[in-house]
């Protein structure tokens, strides 16, 4: 039996260090080492993966195109860049109950007309999900279920049964026998990850990975498990909110920062086909410091409203928070309308948000952010039906922003009749249904908008 010897790993970055510390030498982290028990590398495991293969030169290895598994689910497929790739390793990460194992469900119940599927379940019952099958009212008569937590009783199954697509849920709760240490700890949950992670690349099925998270919400275990993978995509949402959105961080085979958006309904999951309507509010009349920009996610072009709220400072020193959007950016932003259009909010708390959730990290709503606090500080809304992008530099001057013309189609086609954009990103032919108006300066802009010039 090989010797096993004590380390203690982070469960926040899975840092290994020989003794304990109350701070992680790795990340910084307090209280995150707990001690596992690894094997002493005094034996090599066998892998087909790690056999000598003769050297071949990169030019004469032929590529061939690759021929996505579709899921049945178009949101789905836009996140994963097309669909699954065979030999993919897919991990999916969000809060407890948000519906990822609700979606591979629904997914698996898909693929499972045409090409043979496999769901193993570490952490509920058969029963369990067959009567969350029921409840969405799948047809998962062809779906395979294995209960099992072993990694080499799943590794013997995925090689007996051949499946195409093979979902893990999830992989905090499987264990290998080679370790001593308990399911879910570092060394466990790299050791099993990166042993599917092999099968998959020499055999060819698709590996789905469920992932926990942490309070903080990122992936629960080591971080080496979001490098072993091909994507990695987080699920996000309010609780108190019947939307999902699914994004794509990390993808070898499609764009990353690619959105997916869905509702939960009884039924499961349901796609939304216009997702630009859900970030937009309804307002019987204009109010001030409300401001739509259009931002991209991945491919995709949406329109989200953009809320500023300003109040007198009560005591102290005024407050600068945003919701969906980066406190850093808001702080600069409110520097450059202060100084270049001469917009004091020095005695004023300033609050901005992204309505319904989303998260913007683009620099592309600067200048709607900027308009949108002009607007709450003035009391003054905006003009009807306008649309505002562009990002705004320390100088005062409006930039221009990738793909612009797409964002213009996206605004007329929900209806806009007015844009305010960088002079950059002026189009070469007019846009049907919208009238242009380019700016190249901060101060330019607030004119525009506040003053009607």
């Not at 701070?23 to 892998?47: I, K």
């Not at 019987?284 to 995709?300: A, F, M, W």
């Not at 270049?340 to 005695?347: E, I, L, P, R």
Request: glycine share 8%.
């Amino acid at each position: 039996m090989a010797r096993t010897k004590a380390v203690y790993a982070c469960t926040e970055c899975g840092g290994q260090s020989t003794k304990w510390q109350g701070q992680c030498p790795h990340c910084q982290a307090w209280n995150a080492l707990v001690e596992s028990r690894t094997e002493a590398a005094t034996t090599s495991r066998y892998h087909p993966l790690t056999e000598s293969k003769p050297l071949q030169m990169l030019g004469n290895v032929r590529a061939e195109a690759i021929r996505r598994l579709t899921s049945g689910i178009s949101e789905f497929d836009r996140v994963l860049g097309g669909g699954f790739v065979p030999g993919g390793v897919v991990l999916l990460g969000g809060d407890p109950g948000i519906g990822k194992s609700t979606l591979l469900l629904q997914a698996l119940a898909q693929v499972s007309r045409n090409h043979p599927v496999l769901y193993v379940s570490g952490e509920e019952s058969p029963e369990q999900v067959a009567a969350r099958a029921q409840r969405l009212k799948l047809d998962c008569s062809q779906v395979a279920l294995l209960p099992e937590i072993q990694l080499e009783k799943i590794l013997q199954a995925i090689q007996t049964n051949r499946p195409a697509l093979v979902v893990i849920d999830s992989i905090q709760t499987i264990y290998s026998d080679a370790l001593e240490s308990a399911p879910g700890s570092v060394s466990q949950v790299r050791e099993c990850a990166s042993q599917l992670t092999r099968t998959a690349k020499t055999s060819g099925p698709i590996l789905v990975f469920i992932g926990h998270v942490t309070k903080e919400g990122a992936l629960a275990g080591p971080r080496v498990l979001e490098h072993m993978v091909d994507t990695v995509l987080y699920f996000e949402g309010d609780g108190n909110s019947s939307f999902r959105l699914v994004r794509a961080t990390k993808n070898r085979f499609g764009a990353v920062n690619e959105l997916g958006v869905f509702a939960m309904t009884e039924a499961g999951l349901r796609e939304v086909t216009n997702p630009s309507a859900l970030f937009l509010s309804h307002y019987d009349v204009p109010v001030p410091g409300s401001c739509i920009t259009v931002t991209l996610e991945g491919t995709r072009p949406l329109a989200v409203e953009i809320q500023a709220l300003l109040d007198e400072v009560q005591q102290g020193m005024p407050k600068r928070l945003t919701v969906g959007l980066e406190q850093n950016r808001l702080a600069l932003l409110l520097a450059v309308l202060h100084r270049h259009a001469g917009v004091a909010c020095a005695d004023q708390d300033v609050f901005v948000n992204a309505v319904s959730g989303v998260r913007i990290a683009e620099p592309a709503a600067d200048l709607a952010i900027m308009l949108a606090v002009v607007s709450s500080l003035r009391g003054q809304p905006l003009p009807e039906k306008w649309v505002v992008f562009g990002e705004v530099g320390l100088a005062g001057e409006v930039r221009p922003v990738q793909r612009g013309q797409e964002r213009l189609r996206e605004a007329a086609k929900l209806g806009f009749t007015h844009a305010l954009i960088p002079r950059a990103n002026a189009p070469r032919q007019p846009i049907d249904g919208i009238k242009i108006t380019t700016v190249d300066r901060v101060e330019s802009a607030v004119a525009v908008i506040l003053r009607g010039e």
